[in-house]
């Protein structure tokens, strides 16, 4: 968090803690007497809402102007894919055993991908071009891994879920964060992004997908590369030029993503559109 400047007046820590130590009375245990920031019923009430919104959206901007980090590289992706040579542990039938391992390759690639950010971000003292998931496990694992690799910090945004998920353990402890509402967690997995790459997965990944191509379109978005990887696995699962042929699109607007297959073919569009140096990934 930011420095704490020096004032004259007592801080909130130390009313807390002496609020804690006044004797218990009907009045004191009343709930009307908690200060109201330290009152996790208040705080979570259908009435303060809106605070929480906030708060969730200072804590994580905070943290991230305190690190530096001006830009980012953002790998969405599905949590259920396996890395090679392990068990599909999501795969509810043998169909999706069989095509969630062999679609273990995009979590090769996504690592590789996470590897070039990262590198380049090396020359740039880790203050651009940071890799940003979603925490989790699969895709975002990869991500967060391949930029473990290189020695440089990783973001992990990940959400509290009835049945999942924990960080996974290659996120930078201290850019690792937690979110309650989804429309918080998307705004900081974009707000500072310089290119999208999306991996096959699920829902989630649809509405992330989404979500930043309509920003976009509608010039609510600088443009920037927005890369899916796996051009059979996109090809099969969205067919978007139908929106274009029945006229619910402009011509054109399906050219604002790019269908790539590996990570060094992905990186060379983005580093193509800004021009960046050439890095070289280790054998």
């Not at 004032?7 to 218990?24: C, F, G």
């Not at 996790?40 to 809402?49: G, K, Y």
């Not at 999942?164 to 309650?180: I, K, R, S």
């Not at 297959?261 to 559109?273: L, P, Q």
């Amino acid at each position: 968090m930011a420095r704490r400047v020096k004032t004259p007046l007592r801080t909130s820590v130390e009313d807390v803690a002496t609020s804690q130590k006044v004797p218990q009375t009907p009045q004191t245990e009343s709930p009307t007497y908690r200060l109201a920031y330290a009152d996790e019923e208040f705080l979570t009430s259908e009435d303060t809402r809106g605070i929480r919104f906030q708060l969730e959206y200072l804590k994580c901007e905070f943290r991230l102007r305190e690190r530096g980090i001006n830009s980012t590289i953002v790998l969405f992706g599905g949590a259920r894919i396996p890395e090679p040579g392990k068990a599909a542990w999501a795969a509810r039938n043998e169909t999706q055993k069989r095509n969630l391992e062999k679609s273990s390759r995009f979590y090769t690639e996504a690592r590789r991908f996470a590897q070039y950010a990262s590198l380049t971000s090396r020359t740039l003292n880790f203050k651009d071009y940071v890799v940003v998931t979603g925490g989790g496990p699969g895709v975002m694992e990869a991500g967060n891994r391949g930029a473990c690799d290189i020695g440089a910090p990783s973001i992990g945004m990940n959400i509290v879920l009835p049945h999942e998920q924990a960080p996974n353990p290659y996120v930078t402890p201290d850019l690792c964060f937690n979110f309650h509402y989804f429309a918080t967690r998307k705004i900081h997995l974009v707000l500072r992004s310089r290119a999208l790459a999306i991996f096959p997965g699920g829902f989630g990944t649809l509405d992330e997908f989404f979500e930043v191509l309509t920003l976009i379109q509608t010039g609510r978005m600088e443009r920037i590369p927005l890369l899916l990887f796996g051009k059979d696995f996109w090809d099969r699962a969205l067919n978007l030029k139908v929106l274009e042929e029945e006229g619910t699109i402009s011509p054109g607007d399906t050219d604002l993503f790019t269908k790539v297959d590996t990570a060094e073919e992905g990186w060379e569009i983005v580093r193509r559109h800004y021009n960046l140096p050439r890095v070289e990934l280790e054998a």
